[in-house]
């Protein structure tokens, strides 16, 4: 299949754009004891969360005192009984690390506000109806489940969904660019019946203030 058959045109393969490193090999099954590891973990963790109702909020707390008291009480004995103290290592956050953080947060912070400031002027449509779309699936589906639900579905899909498609890639592709095309012609015809319109109804109303 060539590149201009493929969704997006692109010329990596799934490997590669999953960044072809551990990750990429456990995301597409490459090393299956790792991902079925992962996958059991994370399923003993969601029980744990629905059977005992423990939140994450408190699970964090509670492990926390475990280790705080678990380090204090070590560190107590040891100098009683002159043994040598729990090996921590010196825990510091750099001055050009924390830099680094800030930045990369305001870099998508002001992405963020640039987003809203185009939508709220009207001047992004397709951006506004990717944004409303996008939200009001998150308030579906947020009602309909819960935060660790989610966290693991989105764990499953993540772990099975690339692999599906670096097996079936052929066809997935065929269908996508399918629905693609389809996808364009409607938003064009949206966006001559209704967006368009509106714009013009704001532009009059404009002039006749």
């Not at 754009?17 to 973990?41: F, H, Q, S």
């Not at 002159?82 to 050009?96: F, G, I, Q, T």
Request: net charge positive.
């Amino acid at each position: 299949m060539s590149s201009s058959d493929r969704l997006f045109n692109r010329h990596r393969t799934v490997h590669q754009i999953l960044g072809g490193g551990l990750v990429a090999d456990v995301m597409l099954w490459r090393r299956k004891n790792l991902t079925v590891g992962i996958l059991v973990v994370t399923l003993a963790a969601w029980m744990v969360f629905e059977i005992s109702g423990y939140t994450l909020l408190s699970l964090v707390s509670s492990v926390f005192l475990l280790l705080f008291t678990i380090l204090f009480l070590w560190a107590k004995s040891a100098a009683i009984l002159n043994r040598p103290a729990p090996p921590l290592p010196h825990l510091h956050l750099s001055e050009e690390t924390a830099n680094e953080a800030a930045t990369l947060i305001r870099n998508h912070i002001n992405t963020l506000l640039s987003v809203f400031e185009d939508i709220a002027h009207g001047r992004d449509s397709g951006m506004y109806i990717k944004v409303a779309l996008s939200l009001l699936l998150i308030s579906v589906i947020g009602s309909l489940t819960d935060f660790f639900t989610l966290g693991y579905t989105c764990l499953v899909l993540v772990l099975t969904v690339p692999a599906i498609y670096e097996r079936y890639e052929d066809r997935i592709d065929a269908y996508a660019l399918i629905g693609y095309k389809k996808l364009q012609e409607l938003y064009v015809r949206l966006d001559e019946v209704c967006i368009t319109k509106v714009h013009k109804w704001i532009l009059e109303k404009k002039k006749l203030s």
